[in-house]
């Protein structure tokens, strides 16, 4: 098993925030920078934490005019009660998306269901955490949006026209399971970040996940330039939806996403919420008489009787990573990734962290 350290969370988050600051984001958007970097690397999501998010930003965001620090979000009117549109001016991600998802349960605690739909965004990182928020408070939860860059060829393609475009739903599944269900994916067989992971930590990608500059297939992550979608005609389909999606709320043309600056063109992803009450859903006629929650955790027993008690269900590797965490009173971390946080711990005058201070994890 690979050696993980533990680095107390109020430290990670104290160098998060001033790596922030220094940037020239306020103190509410580097809060909401460090607590999703912070939930991603609690639940095992190692291609999506503070070295990443970073990293996006270094790369597209508050260097580049692609994130504006302190911008402040813009609602634009609609006749649809249950749904909001916002223009985002270019806001951090984790923030605006936070404020969404927050808003959306405001909206579906009113009506039912609410919706978010959010225009001129900066990328949000781990679309799961968001989700898994609103499960854990009871709600059914979805969201996607369009990834910084198009690094996806579309089936029968040759050249990179979509992003990795993640999907991800949260179902209040706490009573039945011990924990939400959570089905966050990126549509392609792997994620940007996990080619990065991979780099950074001398692993390979598994086959048919990736292709380098002369569109052949590759293991070596150094090598990959694009990537492919999964299950073929399926992630190809779904890394659409998110597209199109974004077409409809006002996204531009996604091969020139992020990159240099065309006139008149946005430029921007686009984020897409949805939240739903249950009790707007349940139709009161269940088998026996069972309530909605009895009848979720029959349906749930059914599906995994039979036989079927040793699955895995979505959700269970990350509830599994935050338990960890938890008994190791900290998050944990590789030592390639120690050595990362250190860079940030220094771009931030923050003092660096030495392995033989961190204790390792069991």
């Given at each position: 098993?690979?050696?993980?350290?533990?680095?107390?969370?109020?430290?990670?988050?104290?160098?998060?925030?001033?790596?922030?600051?220094?940037?020239?984001?306020?103190?509410?958007?580097?809060?909401?920078?460090?607590?999703?970097?912070?939930?991603?690397?609690?639940?095992?999501?190692?291609?999506?934490?503070?070295?990443?998010?970073?990293?996006?930003?270094?790369?597209?965001?508050?260097?580049?005019?692609?994130?504006?620090?302190?911008?402040?979000?813009?609602?634009?009117?609609?006749?649809?009660?249950a749904v909001e549109v916002w223009d985002a001016h270019k806001k951090l991600g984790q923030a605006t998306a936070l404020a969404a998802i927050e808003r959306a349960i405001k909206l579906a605690d009113k009506y039912g269901t609410g919706t978010i739909a959010v225009?001129?965004?900066?990328?949000?990182?781990?679309?799961?955490?968001?989700?898994?928020?609103?499960a854990k408070r009871g709600y059914i939860a979805y969201t996607c949006c369009t990834a910084a860059l198009t690094e996806v060829v579309p089936l029968g393609g040759k050249y990179p026209t979509l992003g990795t475009n993640p999907h991800s739903w949260g179902l209040p599944t706490a009573d039945a399971l011990g924990y939400p269900l959570v089905i966050d994916w990126a549509t392609s067989v792997v994620a940007m970040g996990r080619v990065q992971q991979l780099a950074r930590e001398g692993g390979t990608l598994p086959p048919n996940a990736a292709v380098d500059a002369d569109g052949n297939p590759t293991t070596d992550p150094a090598k990959a330039v694009s990537l492919l979608p999964f299950g073929a005609h399926k992630g190809y389909g779904l890394s659409l939806v998110n597209e199109l999606y974004a077409a409809f709320i006002g996204g531009s043309l996604p091969t020139l996403r992020c990159r240099a600056p065309v006139e008149n063109e946005k430029q921007t992803p686009a984020f897409y919420f949805q939240v739903i009450h249950p009790e707007s859903l349940a139709s009161g006629k269940f088998a026996f008489g069972r309530t909605q929650e009895e009848n979720v955790k029959a349906v749930l027993a059914d599906i995994f009787g039979h036989g079927n008690e040793g699955c895995t269900l979505p959700g269970q590797i990350e509830a599994r990573a935050a338990s960890r965490s938890?008994?190791?009173?900290?998050?944990?971390?590789?030592?390639?990734e120690v050595s990362a946080l250190n860079e940030i711990a220094r771009e931030a005058g923050?003092?660096?962290?030495?392995?033989?201070?961190?204790?390792?994890?069991?």
């Open positions: 098993m690979e050696t993980f350290f533990v680095i107390p969370e109020d430290q990670h988050n104290a160098v998060v925030e001033a790596a922030f600051k220094k940037r020239g984001f306020s103190a509410m958007e580097a809060r909401a920078a460090s607590k999703m970097a912070a939930a991603a690397t609690c639940h095992g999501n190692r291609t999506h934490n503070a070295i990443k998010a970073l990293h996006l930003d270094h790369l597209f965001g508050s260097g580049n005019g692609g994130c504006v620090p302190g911008a402040r979000i813009e609602r634009i009117p609609t006749p649809f009660k225009d001129n965004a900066f990328h949000y990182l781990w679309g799961g955490g968001y989700v898994l928020e609103a938890r008994e190791n009173g900290g998050l944990l971390f590789s030592e390639a923050r003092r660096a962290w030495k392995l033989e201070d961190l204790r390792i994890a069991k």
